[in-house]
């Protein structure tokens, strides 16, 4: 369905605050900003750690009897809620703009995976978590089951850079799952949120089945893991680390997607007029402030300089803005500090010898916290921009000869989150993505074509995140696996009267049979 032209004021995001726990009129304020104007949209009450105890208790009360309700039921819902997002568009991409500064192109994406993941879980999530018969201990005498039971309430710590998706869509295969969900969106993003989990309760949750709270991570992100029984967390990788130990230390599992310094790999081979599209956006949507976009640069020698002048040439016409329509290429930065940080990136590599081929600049005239796409060559492992997730419209090219040069250059990172090749040779691509070490590689793509394969794994290695997101883990993740086993006709020991030394050679010469019966093994 095409948007409406509905548009909603900042002074109506109030009504969503009524989806909070607590009353917000005896809690501290924490002042919402608009990126791209440094406008005031509205205030949030700051939580406490007392109103996620009283959260959490509401989504454990809650939680059975949604459990209860059979998978197709608690589809029912999903799917619904799909036609409502799609419905709803204009308004939720207004508050994705509004709250984080994007471009309405980037903001779409979001849309579009609630929409997909939503399609995914309700038609698939069923198969991967549905009762099972596994294999017994001895064929015919052993009947043994798997089960899948909901965790139980599940913990939730969502980004600024993507609030509208990664607030819902791990939310849904724990929903799917039978578990309630409590969300601590991140403080600059809430009424995104608020507003996604409105249209959930509009098709049909239970209200207490899906809490949210607000308020800075540092008050209440401790007491969320606390009593939680599964948390949910993305974000960078520092913060990540302190996630893990407080999830560990309360012995419940945890998924983690954190930073990345994401490798695109250019051979001599790739077509460059696609090449050229696809960097664009793997580098520059959401003006970089995306975990998967492509910040290493990595071009085999015989396409170097031309690839590097139809790129730069290509940075040069994007279009800065956040207009409420899909004219802007590139938005805003989110804030203050996220402006801070890739300045101080783009300065420490110029006066460290770096070459600015483009952009450099932050651009105040078009608002607050505006920079302009900038790609650097020259750039040397004693720079910052070399080493650290920029998280910004920032690119740095480098040149390689061999294959294995540009496989120890794209690895050459603690972190593995997502990678790039392109190239024309469809078997050559594949051999060269299974050596990166990256949990999700594309090629001839710079991050959707992983991203949106909802039926296939998604996180990252080494220092990018623990699990995965979407396929069957995506849903598996949410449940306590239980395996439940009937030993019928005779037991896994020696019958009375048998002696012992009988049952074992017996045992021992029945092991050997099952051995060579391959449907036995």
């Not at 015989?302 to 940075?315: L, M, N, Q, T």
């Not at 594309?442 to 909802?454: K, L």
């Amino acid at each position: 369905m095409a948007e409406t032209t509905t548009r909603r004021s900042p002074s109506e995001f109030a009504d969503l605050l009524g989806q909070l726990p607590t009353d917000a009129a005896d809690r501290e304020s924490i002042v919402v900003e608009a990126p791209d104007t440094g406008d005031e949209l509205g205030t949030v009450p700051a939580h406490t750690a007392a109103d996620v105890r009283a959260a959490t208790e509401r989504a454990a009360d809650a939680q059975a009897s949604w459990a209860d309700r059979s998978f197709d039921e608690r589809a029912a819902v999903v799917e619904r809620y799909h036609d409502l997002v799609l419905d709803e568009q204009a308004e939720l991409l207004d508050l994705v703009q509004r709250e984080s500064g994007k471009s309405r192109r980037a903001a779409y994406e979001e849309l579009l995976d609630i929409a997909i993941t939503s399609r995914y879980y309700a038609y698939h999530g069923d198969e991967h978590i549905q009762s099972r018969r596994r294999a017994g201990a001895i064929p015919l005498l052993t009947k043994t089951v798997e089960h899948h039971h909901p965790k139980g309430v599940v913990g939730i710590i969502s980004p600024w850079n993507y609030p509208l998706t990664l607030a819902v869509s791990d939310a849904i295969p724990a929903l799917l799952a039978g578990n309630a969900v409590v969300l601590k969106p991140a403080k600059e993003t809430p009424f995104t949120a608020l507003r996604a989990v409105s249209l959930l309760r509009e098709a049909g949750l239970p209200d207490d089945v899906f809490q949210v709270v607000t308020g800075r991570g540092s008050e209440i992100g401790t007491p969320l893991i606390e009593n939680s029984d599964y948390l949910m967390f993305t974000g960078s990788t520092e913060t990540g680390r302190t996630v893990a130990e407080q999830a560990g230390a309360n012995l419940i599992d945890c998924s983690m997607e954190l930073g990345g310094k994401n490798p695109l790999l250019v051979f001599d081979d790739a077509d460059l007029g696609k090449t050229v599209e696809g960097a664009i956006r793997g580098a520059f949507t959401n003006a970089g402030q995306l975990c998967i976009s492509l910040e290493r640069f990595y071009v085999q020698s015989g396409v170097r300089e031309a690839f590097e002048r139809r790129f730069v040439d290509a940075v040069d016409e994007l279009e800065l803005g956040t207009s409420l329509d899909y004219e802007s290429d590139v938005g805003s930065l989110a804030s203050a500090d996220q402006l801070e940080k890739v300045e101080s990136h783009v300065e420490d590599a110029r006066e460290k010898g770096a070459t600015v081929l483009t952009g450099g600049e932050a651009r105040p005239d078009v608002g607050p916290y505006f920079y302009e796409p900038t790609v650097l060559t020259d750039v040397t492992d004693e720079m910052t921009v070399a080493n650290e997730e920029t998280f910004g419209p920032v690119v740095a090219i480098h040149e390689f000869d061999e294959v294995g040069e540009a496989i120890e250059l794209a690895n050459d990172s603690d972190r593995g989150l997502n990678a790039s090749v392109w190239t024309e040779d469809s078997d050559f691509g594949h051999a060269v993505a299974r050596r990166i070490e990256c949990g999700t590689v594309n090629i001839n793509e710079g991050y959707v074509a992983t991203w949106a394969s909802t039926d296939a794994p998604m996180g990252g290695m080494k220092e990018s995140g623990l699990g995965r997101r979407h396929g069957r883990e995506g849903i598996r993740k949410y449940t306590d696996a239980q395996t439940v086993a009937e030993q019928r006709l005779a037991p896994i020991a020696a019958p009375s009267g048998v002696p012992e030394e009988l049952y074992t050679a017996g045992m021992t010469a029945a092991m050997r049979v099952l051995k060579r019966i391959p449907g036995l093994r």
